[in-house]
């Protein structure tokens, strides 16, 4: 499974709509400081529900719709919406069939050589809303965790290092650098099952 696109609207620096497609193997993106590369990891995150606010670079998640403004740090009464879909493609069907059926909520499924997840926020006078969609169908956050989870996709799993994250690993004890090596190969999971069991 890989990215295989992006869209994102009103996201952060993307005021228009703006797609951008992956490779399958490897994809660099480059640009000048401020351009807006690591808001297109942001936007990944964001619609992968894989980060709180902070990991997205934001105080609060209306911070991440589109605002000219932005580094004034003033209100803009213009876009109040927000949206990326991350389109993932699983011709090799590391999710399966089935694993799609049960977060969508149906058996009735069209799709399985792409995955289309999308979370879109709408801000209105006094709140703000969160909807999460997968091909299309309106689902919660915890349907597509628990299908991303079976990719070995989860909020902490080191799939996304961030800028700052590899100084932060080469200054990590022997022991907390362990701690992400089992995270990352899943035993981590098993040490809190059995801790779990052990305790009841
Ligand atoms: P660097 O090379 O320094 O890491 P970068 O390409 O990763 O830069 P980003 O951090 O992705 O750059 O983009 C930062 C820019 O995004 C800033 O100019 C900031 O003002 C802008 N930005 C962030 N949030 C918003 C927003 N809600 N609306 C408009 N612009 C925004
Ligand atoms: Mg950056």
Excluded: C, W
Excluded at 77 to 93: C, H, M, P
């Amino acid at each position: 499974m890989y990215i295989d696109q992006i869209v994102l609207e009103n996201f952060k620096s993307f005021g228009r709509t703006t797609r951008i497609p992956f490779y399958e193997d490897f994809t660099t993106i480059s640009g000048p400081n401020g351009s807006g590369k690591s808001n297109i990891i942001d936007a990944i995150l964001f619609a992968l529900g894989l980060a709180r606010t902070r990991g997205m670079r934001a105080q609060k998640l209306t911070d991440l719709i589109y605002n000219p403004a932005h580094e004034e740090d003033r209100d803009y009464d213009g876009a109040r919406e927000a949206s990326v879909e991350v389109t993932l493609d699983n011709e090799d069907r590391t999710i399966s069939p089935s694993q799609i059926a049960t977060a969508i909520g149906t058996e009735d499924i069209d799709e399985v050589d792409q995955i289309r997840v999308k979370r879109r926020i709408k801000q209105t006078e006094d709140n703000y809303y969160s909807y999460y969609y997968l091909n299309g169908r309106s689902v919660n956050l915890s349907d597509i965790q628990d299908l991303l989870a079976a990719a070995g996709v989860t909020p902490e799993g080191y799939n996304v290092v961030m800028q700052g994250d590899v100084t932060g690993i080469i200054q990590m004890t022997p022991h907390e650098r362990r701690e992400i090596i089992d995270e990352i190969a899943g035993v981590a999971e098993f040490d809190r099952k059995k801790a779990d069991a052990h305790e009841e």
